[in-house]
């Protein structure tokens, strides 16, 4: 038997192309919110705590879990009032959190810092659904192209976000970084006049969608396409953010300054998103399958060179290497879910992924703040391998059932 890949409707191709510049725009704003948060957010934590730092990183978690939380709802509001409405909605949510968090650093409360960045996580979790309303349309072959459009938006992100932070950190002096935070309400309110521009069905609702329900979600997640995809998309995404969130706090405790930790974030965000201008094309030259392996190769890489030093080229060598793996292994794994769905079941396919991932990756996060407190930034790097490793089995036991299907 052959792989069953279930094709995109195509009859709202003349926007497909359009839309997904819009999204590629649209992210370069919205997705610049989250290098703000990760460059500051643990630094930020550092400040308002008291002597006991193991809960520094606790506000990244927040927003990871915001994003996990709000997969779900996202894709399912979307389902009934269409994308553009549902994206403008979720830009309204990126203002307020920016809001919350600005003038809870300049209260000096953590909880309430903590709070707007769970709210700037459900912001979040529309922006992810832009790589996916991007494949909503146009031929089965433009899907990955498409999605890595919109990734490679996330190249301007890597600017303005570190570059805000630089810009805007000490804006309301003698109290820091809650200029950086306020400057994410802006960045949103740009986010949302641009996604008002998308056309085609996502102005509308998609009533194909609303009419039927599909396969039950049961039938879907027992497909070992979707499983592969699944533990790939979670074992890249929570490797790359067990080190990233440590990244800076370990850069400024060894002394290598905090423009250093946001320049390095910077570096790291612009490798993961710069790629995306070949990796669509390079998944259908050689297929998800290697694209993906080629990731899980990166990324341990990049655990090698940060166990190697810590000197400032180390860790940014590192950042590198852990953005490009993490584009590598999340956009073909992301390509290889869109084979799994019809149109009638996107929604709740969408956001039961996303909703796994982000919380893997919200798990993630927590546990690397714990782990920077408890054993150090090195011990931190040996945690990646087993998951590159599990990753790498389910790809090749993948490969291996498409082989057997096959012959």
């Known amino acids: 038997m052959t792989q069953d890949v279930i094709a995109a409707p195509t009859d709202d191709e003349p926007y497909a192309k359009r839309n997904a510049t819009v999204l590629a725009v649209a992210s370069a704003f919205g997705a610049s919110a989250a290098p703000i948060m990760i460059s500051l957010g643990g630094l930020t934590g550092v400040y308002l705590l008291g002597p006991d730092k193991s809960l520094a ?3 990244v978690s927040g927003f990871t879990v915001g994003v996990a939380a709000g997969a779900i709802p996202a894709a399912t509001l979307m389902r009934w009032v269409g994308r553009r409405t549902g994206f403008i909605i979720g830009a309204m949510i990126g203002i307020l959190a920016g809001l919350i968090a600005g003038f809870s650093v300049l209260l000096g409360s953590f909880a309430g810092f903590v709070v707007g960045l769970v709210v700037a996580g459900l912001a979040g979790a529309f922006v992810q659904q832009y790589r996916f309303a991007a494949a909503d349309t146009g031929s089965p072959a433009f899907r990955a192209r498409a999605i890595s459009w ?10 303005i976000g570190p570059q805000t932070v630089i810009f805007t950190r000490d804006l309301l002096e003698p109290i820091p970084f809650a200029g950086s935070f306020f400057a994410i309400s802006v960045l949103a309110a740009i986010g949302m006049a641009v996604v008002a521009l998308l056309g085609g069905e996502a102005r509308g609702i998609p009533k194909k969608e ?3 329900g599909g396969r039950r979600l049961v039938e879907i997640v027992r497909q070992p396409r979707f499983i592969v995809a699944l533990i790939c998309g979670i074992g890249a995404y929570s490797s790359m953010s067990l080190l ?8 400024v405790a060894c002394g290598l300054g905090e423009n250093n930790a946001a320049l390095g974030i910077q570096w790291h965000v612009l490798a993961m ?4 201008f070949a990796t669509g094309a390079l998944i259908v030259r050689f ?15 990049c655990a090698l060179i940060a166990l190697a030093g810590i ?3 180390h860790f940014w060598l590192a950042l590198i290497l852990l953005g490009v793996g993490w584009n590598f292994g999340f956009i073909g794994a992301t390509a290889m879910l869109t084979e799994t769905y019809r149109a009638d079941e996107k929604s709740k396919v969408q956001g039961l992924n996303d909703s796994l991932v982000f919380g893997s990756v919200a ?11 408890t054993v150090g930034w090195e011990r931190i790097n040996w945690v990646a391998f087993p998951v590159i490793a599990v990753c790498a089995l389910a790809l090749g036991l993948g490969a291996l059932g498409n082989r057997w299907r096959t012959a």
């Open 57 to 59: 990183t606790l506000p």
């Open 150 to 159: 919109v990734l490679a938006g996330g190249v301007a992100a890597a600017v």
């Open 210 to 212: 609303v009419s039927t």
């Open 244 to 251: 990233m969130t440590a990244a800076p706090l370990a850069m």
């Open 273 to 276: 998103f710069a790629p995306s």
């Open 287 to 301: 297929g998800k399958e290697t694209v993906i392996a080629a990731g899980l190769a990166l990324l341990t890489a």
């Open 311 to 313: 000197d400032l080229m």
């Open 363 to 373: 798990i993630a996060s927590l546990s690397s703040g714990h782990l920077f407190a």
